[in-house]
């Protein structure tokens, strides 16, 4: 989660009971936008990332999710370049990213130095492809422990 709300009582619930596919046993309906803890994935793509200082690094392009835990493994944030040209993709560990409610956006303590040294692929690309890049992420950003892609 990109949060670390406190729980909310009064909002917690199951939504389904454990191993059945029922998504909605109250029939209320699920928010398909944002929910207090849940966010839809077009509202993170897109969303501005911070270094702590304040400073804009770039944007959340998409995120890598692993397909067998389900949980989000990377940030990929769209970093540099002017207009979508000379932009590089930088992934980042998921869990190096907290939202900031004040900025409106996510910090990751990195800084443009260390994220232009970071490894990365061109928006055509597909880095992942090769099965080593992950352990190179993990690698540089001492993320070991992180979901096998």
């Not at 897109?46 to 890598?64: K, R």
């Amino acid at each position: 989660m990109p949060t670390d709300l406190p729980p909310d009582p009064s909002n917690e619930r199951s939504f389904r009971k454990p191993g059945s596919l029922e998504l909605d046993p109250s029939a209320e309906g699920v928010a398909i936008d944002e929910t207090r803890r849940l966010i839809a994935s077009n509202k993170v793509e897109g969303t501005a990332v911070y270094s702590p200082a304040g400073e804009h690094l770039g944007v959340v392009h998409n995120f890598m999710v692993d397909k067998v835990s389900g949980q989000v493994a990377y940030a990929v944030l769209a970093f540099g370049g002017f207009l979508g040209l000379g932009e590089s993709h930088h992934p980042l560990p998921w869990r190096a990213l907290t939202y900031s409610v004040d900025l409106g956006g996510y910090v990751v303590d990195i800084d443009r130095d260390t994220l232009a040294g970071a490894p990365s692929h061109g928006p055509g690309e597909d880095a992942f492809a090769d099965p080593a890049y992950g352990g190179r992420l993990d690698d540089y950003y001492g993320v070991r422990g992180a979901p096998a892609l």
